[in-house]
C-alpha cells in the first residue's frame, strides 16, 4: 500500500473506531507525525489517564502500552508490535526485584518508568527522567530509598540531590552506548554546540553536557535556547521534533561506540512501522492485556507520581 493510502486508512479507522494514536519522541518520524500525541513517558502517562478514547494505539515500546493498560483498565490498549520491549525494563527481573527489595524492608522503593507492569506492582511510587529528581526531593534527606532499574539515572538523581539510595543494576542499551571520543571530536569541531544529554547516559558523558534532562526537557531548551547548534546524547528520534520545531538550528546526534552510523536507535522502537500501525487498527491486535491483582498494585506507584508531578 502506498504512504499516502496508508495515511488515509489509518485515519479512516481511528476515527471509526474513536482511537486515539499515542507516540513516544523515539518513534520515527512518519509515526510522530501521525500520532495524536507525541511526548515523552510522563506525557504519554498522563495522557493515557485523562483521555476519552475507546481504543488507545501506543507507539513506543511494551512498558509503555502497559502503563496505558494499568491506568486505563476499561480501553482496549493496542501496540504495532508486541515485540518491541526495552533493554532497561529487561535489566529488572520482577522475582529478583522483589528478593532485593525484601532484603531491605526499611526502604521505600523508587522505580523508573522504564519497567514492567510486575515491577510496578513492588514499587512505592514510579518516576520518568522529567520528574525524579522533583519526587526524590520530595521525601526525607535521611529517607532510606531504592531506586531501579537504571544505575545511570539513579546515580545523576543521587548526585544532584545528595541523596543515597541504593541503586539497582540496570541500564538501557542506547543510553550506554555512546561514543565519549567521538563526543569529543564533534565539540572540537562545533566548539559553540550545546551538548544535550539524557540522564540515563553514563557519567563521562554527562560530564561533557551543558544542559541534562528528559526528552522534553531538551526539546524544550533547544526551542527557547538563542543557540543555535546543538549535539544531541540521546536516542535520535527525537531530532525530527527538534528539527520540525526549530528548522533553522542544526541538532547533531552523537554516535554510538563502533558503528559507522551516525545515529544511536532504539532497535526496540524502530519495530514499530506504519504498516503494523495500520495493521494493528485493522485487526485491534496485538493488545496489552495484564493480569487485574498486578494491575491493581501497579495503578498505585503510578497514580502517586502523577500526584506528587503537580
Known amino acids: ?5 496508508l495515511i488515509a486508512e489509518i485515519n479512516r479507522l481511528r476515527h471509526e473506531k474513536n ?3 499515542m507516540a513516544h519522541y523515539y518513534q520515527t518520524g512518519d509515526i510522530q507525525d501521525i500520532a495524536d500525541v507525541v511526548g515523552d513517558s510522563l506525557a504519554l502517562a498522563q495522557w493515557a489517564a485523562k483521555t476519552t478514547a475507546d ?21 482496549k490498549v493496542l501496540v504495532p508490535d508486541i515485540n518491541a520491549g526495552c533493554s532497561l525494563a529487561d535489566s529488572c527481573n520482577a522475582d ?15 522505580s523508573y518508568v522504564n519497567t514492567t507492569a510486575a515491577v510496578k506492582a513492588l514499587t512505592d511510587v514510579v518516576v520518568t527522567s522529567s520528574n525524579a529528581q522533583k519526587i526524590v526531593e520530595q521525601f526525607p534527606k535521611d529517607a532510606k530509598l531504592i531506586f531501579g532499574p ?3 539515572l539513579g546515580s545523576y538523581i543521587n ?24 563526543l569529543v571530536e564533534l565539540k572540537q569541531a562545533h566548539p559553540h554546540a550545546k551538548v544535550l544529554a539524557h540522564p540515563e547516559c553514563k557519567n563521562v558523558v554527562l560530564t561533557l553536557a551543558d544542559v541534562i534532562g528528559s526528552t522534553q526537557k531538551l526539546l524544550d531548551y533547544a526551542i527557547h535556547s538563542d543557540d543555535t547548534e546543538f549535539l544531541v546524547a540521546t536516542e535520535s528520534g527525537i ?5 520540525k520545531r526549530c528548522p533553522q538550528k542544526n541538532f547533531i546526534p552523537v554516535p554510538p561506540i563502533d558503528s559507522t552510523c551516525g545515529c544511536n536507535n532504539c532497535n526496540f522502537m524502530r519495530l514499530n512501522t506504519l504498516d503494523k500501525l495500520y495493521n494493528c487498527l485493522l485487526h485491534e491486535t496485538p493488545e496489552i492485556t495484564i493480569d487485574e491483582n498486578i494491575r491493581a498494585k501497579a495503578v498505585r506507584p503510578i497514580l502517586k507520581m502523577l500526584e506528587m508531578s503537580k
Open 1 to 5: 500500500m502506498e504512504k499516502e493510502t
Open 96 to 110: 529478583e526485584f522483589a528478593a532485593f527489595v525484601g532484603a531491605h524492608p526499611d526502604h521505600t522503593v523508587i
Open 55 to 75: 481504543i488507545l494505539v501506543v507507539c513506543g515500546v511494551h512498558f509503555m502500552g502497559e502503563t496505558a493498560k494499568i491506568l486505563s483498565p476499561d480501553k
Open 19 to 21: 482511537a486515539v494514536i
Open 159 to 182: 548526585k544532584t540531590t545528595g541523596r543515597d539510595m541504593l541503586l539497582w543494576n540496570g541500564a538501557c542499551h542506547v543510553h550506554e552506548q555512546f561514543s565519549v571520543e567521538r
Open 150 to 152: 537504571d544505575r545511570n
Open 239 to 243: 531530532l525530527h521534533e527538534m528539527q
